[in-house]
């Protein structure tokens, strides 16, 4: 997976980050996460991340968007190596929107509905800069009753979301760090 990272999702570049910052690099994980193989692989590796949390989830939670395709992947996975929870076989997949529909349903969460409140949900991320758009994912869970048992984030580009996740009471794992693209 590092190797599929680092040759189709990793570039020496000026960008604006989603959080406003201004970076020399940009990890667009997509790019790997997509392709068949990325997709089998990263669901293997964050569902292994998943499964290491003290308390083990019943479903996994993709942040819109970077985090739909890890959620479904890790689903997928899971329901293949039949894995089991209190509410069955496989983890379900859950995708927390930025901002609620504005026509339909309304949700801001698709996949919860047979959720029970208290039920311990992961949340999964591509890469985790200030933690911003994760931590209002957690808030999102956290308000329709669920307990967020972890996170789980592809890339961790060590400036400071581990720490502000922590700060919220998660624990954040990460698969990757910068350091894994540029050298300390």
């Known amino acids: 997976m590092l190797e599929l990272l680092r ?13 406003g910052r201004e970076s020399d690099f940009f990890i ?21 991340a998943a499964l290491a949390l003290p308390t083990h989830p019943v479903a996994v939670a993709g942040v819109e968007l970077g985090g739909c395709p890890l959620a479904s992947a890790v689903a997928l996975v899971s ?9 069955g076989v496989g983890l379900d997949a859950i995708y927390v929107r930025k901002q609620a ?9 698709e996949g919860d509905v047979g959720m029970q409140p208290n039920d311990p949900v992961v949340v999964v991320e ?19 009753g669920l307990t967020v048992a972890g996170v789980v984030a592809i890339v961790d580009r060590l400036e400071g979301g ?15 760090t910068r350091h894994d693209f540029i050298p300390a």
Do not use: P, Y
Not at 79 to 87: A, G, I, P
Not at 126 to 144: C, Q
């Open 7 to 19: 040759t189709r999702c990793f570039a020496r570049k000026k960008v604006v980050l989603a959080s």
């Open 28 to 48: 667009d994980c997509k790019q790997a996460v997509l392709l068949a193989e990325g997709h089998v692989l990263i669901g293997e590796l964050m569902l292994e």
């Open 79 to 87: 329901f293949q190596r039949d894995v089991r929870t209190e509410r």
């Open 101 to 109: 529909k504005d026509h339909g349903s309304q949700r801001q969460l």
């Open 126 to 144: 591509d890469v985790v800069t200030t933690g911003g758009s994760t931590l209002r994912a957690i808030e999102r869970l956290r308000e329709r």
């Open 162 to 176: 581990a720490e502000n996740v922590r700060a919220a009471g998660v624990h954040l794992t990460s698969l990757f």
